[in-house]
Structure formats: structure tokens, C-alpha cells
């Protein structure tokens, strides 16, 4: 059975930097798509970064753009998710997600399971 566990979250000041890790298991990266997406209280979900376990193609949410970068190391089955020059409005809970789809993808309709989230608060 898949499973998704994040890591890394927690409180920085603006500016500061964080770096998410996403395990995966019950799966083996190389052949999957995998996401990274994030929901503010009273806000929806929202794409954040996609990446192909296979070759690494990425995509980004303008908003993170130049700031996050996304990559994985397969031997680990980690996909991880830097985040520099945080800014308040990238507070938030941060979900990993496997995609059902074999293309890049912010679009949380394109994901089947989930992980539990972590929590990022950018204040200070």
C-alpha cells in the first residue's frame, strides 16, 4: 500500500528557508510523478511543484517560481522540496502526493494519495 510521509516543516522568519522531505513507500520512485502542494487556512488547495521520479522534468506555480526548487533521490525514495526567501503567504500545511497521471501536473484532481502534511508558518 502507498504511503506519503512529510517532514521538515516548521516556523521562520521571512526570508528565511526550509527544506520539506516527502518518503515514500509501499512504491519505488523512478517511474511516478510526484507533487508537492500546499492549502492556507480558509483557502484552497494549491500546486505548488511537479516532478518526474524518471527523468526529473520539473514544473512550478508562478508564485514559487525562482524561490522553491524540487528534486528527488530515488535511492531513497525521498522527493524533497527547498524553499528560500519565504514569504508570509507561503504559510500554510504542505502535502506530498503521488500522481495518477503520467505528465506534470499542479492540478490536486491529478493525485491519488496523499501524505498527512506538515505545517510551514512564515512570521515574525
Known amino acids: 500500500q502507498a504511503q506519503l510521509v512529510e517532514s521538515g516543516g516548521g516556523l521562520v522568519q521571512p526570508g528565511g528557508s526550509l527544506r520539506l522531505s516527502c518518503v515514500v513507500s509501499?512504491?519505488?520512485?523512478?517511474?511516478?510523478?510526484i507533487g508537492w502542494f500546499r492549502q492556507a487556512p480558509g483557502k484552497e488547495r494549491e500546486g505548488v511543484s511537479s516532478?518526474?521520479?524518471?527523468?526529473?522534468?520539473?514544473d512550478y506555480a508562478d508564485s514559487v517560481k525562482g524561490r522553491f526548487t524540487i528534486s528527488r533521490e530515488n535511492a531513497k525514495n525521498t522527493v524533497y522540496l527547498q524553499m528560500n526567501s519565504l514569504k508570509p503567504e507561503d504559510t500554510g500545511v504542505y502535502y506530498c502526493a503521488v500522481a495518477r497521471v503520467f505528465r506534470l501536473s499542479l492540478a490536486s484532481s491529478d493525485y491519488t494519495t496523499w501524505g498527512q502534511g506538515t505545517q510551514v508558518t512564515v512570521s515574525s
Open positions: 509501499g512504491f519505488s520512485l523512478g517511474y511516478f510523478y
Open positions: 516532478i518526474s521520479t524518471s527523468d526529473g522534468r520539473t
